[in-house]
Structures are given as structure tokens and as C-alpha cells.
């Protein structure tokens, strides 16, 4: 008598696709992209019109992560793709803000950094301006703001209280980190800066 050898044995399932795999590459993919994006953000905080594309890119790469570990746990391959898919759009994002910043930067942008202070007591008025809008402010013995400007100059007025115009007050502008004006005075003082 002779046996038949068991097919049913023989027989293995057909390999499936490894989701975990995609799971993992969108999770490793979407971590360095919030890498990416966190010092971005940092680096741009001065800079309000690239924050939030960095603000995007970031909550892309936290979406990329929770989908990673979704597929991952589940095995289902659309969460993995979806994973590696949605991290790669956040770390594309992230590339191309650090070529803007490295053109900005090698290709002098025309972007200043300035910084205005003012000291005087206990409190005084000031008066400046940015790109976007006027300030005018109460400060108390001492202060400075910094912001960055496409503009090629900077003014800052400084004043006393009316009740007490003899008090000193004085002011600096300084450009790119350096300081360019400084004065002083009792009652109101006048910082102006043209780069031209």
C-alpha cells in the first residue's frame, strides 16, 4: 500500500506584504521630519512668514508618527503608506524651508535685524515702528524690542511723563547687532537710523 503524501502539509500561505515595515520607515521618516521642523520653528520665530509652514510641517510629522504606529499595531498596509506617505510631504516641507533660509541668508535676503532700547524712570513713552504697524508704548525704567525689517531704516522717540519732563531719558538703534545711534536727554529723545 502506498501513501499519498499530504498536499495539505506542503502548502504554505502566500507571503504578505509587511505593513510593519511601511509602519516603521513612515515612523523613523516622520520623526526626523519633527526633528526638522522643531528647530525650524525656533529658528523662525522671528520670521512670521515661514513660522507656520514650519508649524505645518510639524503637525504633518506628528500625524505621520500616529499613523506609523497605527499601521504598525494593526498591520493594516494603508496606515503604514499613509505614514510614510504624509511624513515624507512634512520632511519635503522641511527641505524646502532650509533652502529658503540658505538662499536667504547666502543670498543677502535684504532682511535686518533691529533692536531699539530706551531706558528712563520710572516710566516713559515710546514711539516706533516696524514693517507691519506703530507702537506706542508705556515702558517702565528700561526696555528694547527687536524685530526684523525689510526696511533700510529704524526711529525711535523716547518720552518723559508731563509731569515730570526733566526726568533723563535716552535711546539706542542697533543694526544687524551693532549699535549705529545713541542719545540722550531729559524730557524726550529721538533715535533715527538711515542705512542709505
Known sequence: MTQTPDTAAERRPAPATDPPRRAIVGIWIGAFALL?????????LPIAALLP???GAAVLA???LILGIRGRRS????A??????VATVALVVDLALIVVMAVGVLGGNGLTQVQVRATGG?????????????????WSSSGWKQYTTTGDSAEITVKAPDD?????VSCQILWNGELVVEQSGTGSVTCQYDAD
Open 80 to 85: 503604514g503608506t499613509a505614514a510614510v506617505v
Open 62 to 64: 506628528v500625524i505621520a
Open 53 to 55: 509652514l514650519a508649524a
Open 164 to 168: 515730570d519732563t526733566d526726568s533723563a
Open 122 to 138: 520710572p516710566t516713559f513713552t515710546v514711539l516706533y515702528a516696524d514693517d507691519t504697524r506703530s507702537y506706542d508704548e508705556e
Open 36 to 44: 526638522f521642523s522643531a528647530a525650524l520653528i525656533m529658528l523662525f
Open 75 to 78: 498591520r493594516e498596509s494603508r
